[in-house]
């Protein structure tokens, strides 16, 4: 990638990712190959903010976990929420760490994109 379409990709994608690895990914895409380039800019990536919300309504169902793709720890908080309502320590605690989570996600997403 070329300067200006980094600087683009972290003005609209750079709210995904925690601040202190914005200049890592900068390096990282201007090494890309142009193969790459085309994964990365097609890569859907959740709103941290957005999943915050969804937690927060419906975080003891787990499907804040569903939306960042860990579906068996969605499912567990769903079971434990229904079986014997543990879920909603778990939903909690969650309401707390899922914006973390969420750019550890996107962060993941990123990199399997660039091949890696």
């Not at 090494?31 to 903010?49: C, G, I, Q, S």
């Not at 579906?71 to 769903?78: D, Q």
């Not at 014997?84 to 969420?102: E, K, P, R, S």
Request: aromatic share 12%; net charge positive.
């Amino acid at each position: 990638m070329n300067a200006n379409q980094i600087e683009m990709f972290m003005k609209q994608k750079g709210k995904y990712f925690d601040k202190k690895q914005h200049k890592a990914i900068s390096e990282r895409l201007e090494r890309l190959t142009p193969e790459h380039d085309a994964a990365v800019l097609a890569t859907k990536f959740v709103n941290p903010t957005m999943n915050e919300y969804v937690s927060i309504f419906f975080g003891e169902f787990g499907v804040d976990r569903f939306l960042i793709g860990q579906i068996g720890k969605g499912i567990g908080k769903l079971l434990l929420t229904a079986c014997c309502g543990i879920g909603l320590i778990w939903w909690a605690i969650d309401m707390f760490v899922i914006n973390g989570a969420t750019k550890k996600a996107n962060l993941e997403k990123l990199y399997k994109a660039m091949g890696d």
